[in-house]
């Protein structure tokens, strides 16, 4: 049975860089606790309004095309992870194909929060061993500036603006592509990091405006402690599942929230730290853009072949741990 093997990998990253330096003349912070207690030194922001994530998602598809020599018209499929769309609805799957000429697929969005790389790439593989598509495009794309209160110092250092398009493609090479994955949701997560209003639940009216609920809102504590033992845990089941030893794998690429937390995940696999790519302080966190922006990021060192581990957590909650062969 064919897997899924990403065959090429674009970024689209704004020009604006919002720095510490910066974020201390908004609030009440420093560069000093903003590095120390999450890794972040400076994030990309799509400041331009009227822009959203079809902006640097067609821009990524666009550069992801031009590379991998593909037809917009050989594209069966657009899946878009997001949880910070153009729009509520059309799809910001339909607005990036349209930019990008892509008129022969039908496709939609996703959206799990920061595992959002590994729930769209998990379902995206689903489609490539049914048959039931050859060539997919997968945009993970996030604008969370946009839902970031630059006067709240609990949230606003944290996250980050990109997008990065792949090219998935079905082999039938056993020694490339997705091997395995373990997902999970627990439901308890929405008490403690969501977007209130602009849903059905409570739309927006000038209340919610001025009450900020159009805004993210994170108790960091409790996400924390719950990331902290999820992703550790579910990265070491995917070794045991597999008898993978530390030795084993090459490279692990954790979503990228809290330098603390990746830390932890690393140990708790074995891993010595050189095999734990980060680059949060390049990018901060942004969401589920973080581990494809990772591999982009870090693409030069991989060799085909190479296992990977890619893990995450997330709102929701949602979280995951990824079995994955290198195969570019
Ligand atoms: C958000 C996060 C970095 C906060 O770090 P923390 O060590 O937990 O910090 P706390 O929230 O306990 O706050 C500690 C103190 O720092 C203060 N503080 C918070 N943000 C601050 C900032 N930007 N600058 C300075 N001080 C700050 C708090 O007010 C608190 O002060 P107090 O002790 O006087 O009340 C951390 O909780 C985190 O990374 N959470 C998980 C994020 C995550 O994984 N999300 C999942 C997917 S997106």
């Given at each position: 049975m064919k897997r899924a093997v990403i065959t090429g990998i674009e970024a689209s990253i704004p020009d604006y860089v919002l720095t510490n330096a910066e974020l201390e003349t908004m609030v009440d912070t420093s560069d000093q606790w903003i590095r120390e207690r999450t890794g972040i030194v400076e994030r990309h922001i799509l400041k331009q309004d009227g822009l959203g994530v079809s902006e640097m998602g067609a821009d990524a598809v666009r550069k992801l095309l031009s590379a991998t020599g593909t037809k917009a018209d050989d594209i069966d499929m657009v899946v878009c992870h997001t949880v910070s769309p153009d729009m509520l609805f059309p799809a910001t799957a339909n607005v990036i194909s349209d930019k990008v000429g892509i008129k022969n697929a039908w496709g939609f969005d996703m959206g799990a929060g920061c595992s959002g790389f590994l729930f769209s790439f998990s379902t995206v593989d689903a489609f490539i061993r049914a048959g039931r598509a050859k060539k997919i495009v997968l945009v993970c794309g996030e604008r969370l500036s946009g839902m970031?209160?630059?006067?709240?110092?609990n949230t606003c250092p944290l996250f980050g603006d990109a997008a990065v398009a792949m090219l998935v493609e079905g082999s039938d090479d056993p020694t490339i592509g997705l091997v395995d994955y373990e997902n999970h949701v627990d439901g308890i997560g929405r008490h403690y990091l969501y977007q209130k209003a602009g849903g059905s639940m409570y739309p927006p009216t000038a209340e919610t405006v001025a009450r900020r609920e159009h805004y993210i809102y994170q108790d960091g504590k409790t996400v924390f402690k719950y990331a902290v033992s999820n992703m550790a845990d579910v990265s070491a089941a995917m070794m045991e599942r597999h008898s993978l030893q530390p030795d084993d794998i090459a490279w692990l690429i954790p979503h990228q929230a809290n330098l603390r937390i990746i830390a932890a995940t690393g140990h708790r696999m074995g891993l010595d730290d050189s095999k734990v790519l980060v680059n949060i302080e390049k990018f901060g966190n942004t969401g589920g853009t973080s581990i494809p922006l990772a591999l982009w990021d870090f693409k030069d060192r991989f060799k085909r072949g190479d296992n990977l581990i890619l893990s995450a957590f997330g709102a929701g909650f949602t979280w995951g741990a990824m079995y994955y062969k290198w195969g570019i």
């Amino acid at each position: 049975m064919k897997r899924a093997v990403i065959t090429g990998i674009e970024a689209s990253i704004p020009d604006y860089v919002l720095t510490n330096a910066e974020l201390e003349t908004m609030v009440d912070t420093s560069d000093q606790w903003i590095r120390e207690r999450t890794g972040i030194v400076e994030r990309h922001i799509l400041k331009q309004d009227g822009l959203g994530v079809s902006e640097m998602g067609a821009d990524a598809v666009r550069k992801l095309l031009s590379a991998t020599g593909t037809k917009a018209d050989d594209i069966d499929m657009v899946v878009c992870h997001t949880v910070s769309p153009d729009m509520l609805f059309p799809a910001t799957a339909n607005v990036i194909s349209d930019k990008v000429g892509i008129k022969n697929a039908w496709g939609f969005d996703m959206g799990a929060g920061c595992s959002g790389f590994l729930f769209s790439f998990s379902t995206v593989d689903a489609f490539i061993r049914a048959g039931r598509a050859k060539k997919i495009v997968l945009v993970c794309g996030e604008r969370l500036s946009g839902m970031t209160d630059y006067t709240d110092r609990n949230t606003c250092p944290l996250f980050g603006d990109a997008a990065v398009a792949m090219l998935v493609e079905g082999s039938d090479d056993p020694t490339i592509g997705l091997v395995d994955y373990e997902n999970h949701v627990d439901g308890i997560g929405r008490h403690y990091l969501y977007q209130k209003a602009g849903g059905s639940m409570y739309p927006p009216t000038a209340e919610t405006v001025a009450r900020r609920e159009h805004y993210i809102y994170q108790d960091g504590k409790t996400v924390f402690k719950y990331a902290v033992s999820n992703m550790a845990d579910v990265s070491a089941a995917m070794m045991e599942r597999h008898s993978l030893q530390p030795d084993d794998i090459a490279w692990l690429i954790p979503h990228q929230a809290n330098l603390r937390i990746i830390a932890a995940t690393g140990h708790r696999m074995g891993l010595d730290d050189s095999k734990v790519l980060v680059n949060i302080e390049k990018f901060g966190n942004t969401g589920g853009t973080s581990i494809p922006l990772a591999l982009w990021d870090f693409k030069d060192r991989f060799k085909r072949g190479d296992n990977l581990i890619l893990s995450a957590f997330g709102a929701g909650f949602t979280w995951g741990a990824m079995y994955y062969k290198w195969g570019i």
